[in-house]
């Protein structure tokens, strides 16, 4: 028993045992930081997931039907809905603010429904709602510009041109929106005699010398020699991927003859050999190329309204829905058709 005594006594086992505290009181403060900071770390991931997360249709009903949010917050996120192309969630929050009743700002909440139901495709909802804001407002040139742009996209162009007559009493410009529905009309109408469509089509082009890639976008396709006899030569720039894409039997050498940019534009295509440069980069490249290489050029087409730019032509922008906007930009690019008949050729 002394000697236990004696041991237990002895410098050397106190710095034992308190070198064994220490590592002890070490290794539990150790273990609890990593347990909280796992703990938090978990309360943070389930915090910041409900941000992450958007309410469901059902959730937005609840919200707005509570009137939590005001007017104000519900427009900036159904806006933001709508920006991203969400456009069920902003129909929804529109439906339910009308469902409410704000009686200060119904016509404002039907106008932002009705542009939602359009731009998501639903054509004859957003009639619906233009026709019974214009019921009460009349004089809205906003709903009833949309009303004519649900009727041009249902295709109900004389519904569309009929819209004009209350704008023009608003004194707003619908001079060129009154050309494009009147060509719409005449290239959609099955039973008028061709020959008359096609002068009466060159008439509306005439009058303003405007929606110039509109009209001889058709006349090509419908009667090259017509187009080419009538086509404004000094225009051609704005027509140059349908006089590109023309086959070498369809051209007209008398009228390309005259023409510097058809000249160019045919040598640098191969079909012809009438010039020897060209001040447009692209062509130039082309004529000294002389069809040694695959190359050819592509097209885009820029609104030089919205500045978008769009792989397809088109005659009414489908963004800021201006019309006859249409810039064609144009670059070098592989002449993959070439390289897939000389594929071919080569197997035979
Ligand atoms: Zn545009």
Known sequence: MDIFFIEYRDPLFSIIIFFVIIFIITFFSYWWGRYKRKEDYKHLNKFLRQFRTLPTENEIKVLVANGGLSDK??????????????????IEIYKEMLQRGSPSNVKEIMFLLGKTYFKAGFLERSKQIFLEILKNNPRSPQALHYLLLVYEYMRDYQSALDVLEPLDELEEDIALESLYLQALILIHDTKIDMDEKKEKLLAIYNEKKMLGYMIFEYLFRVDKEF??????????????????NLDLKD??????????????????????NLAESSSVFEFDVLIKLQAKANATLSFEYACESCKGVYPFA???????????????????????IKDFSEENNSFQ
Request: proline share 0%; charged share 25%.
């Open 73 to 90: 917050l519900w427009f900036l996120l159904a806006n933001s809905y709508y920006k991203n192309g969400d456009y069920e969630k902003a």
């Open 314 to 336: 088109f005659h009414r922008c489908s963004v800021c829905h201006e019309i006859d906007t249409q810039r064609i930009e144009w670059s070098l690019t592989r002449d993959y």
């Open 251 to 272: 051209l007209n050498l008398d009228i390309i003859s005259q023409s510097e940019y058809l000249r160019e534009l045919y040598t640098a295509k191969g079909y012809l």
């Open 227 to 244: 187009a080419w006899r009538y086509l404004d030569v000094s225009k051609s720039e704005i027509l140059v991927d349908i006089l590109w």
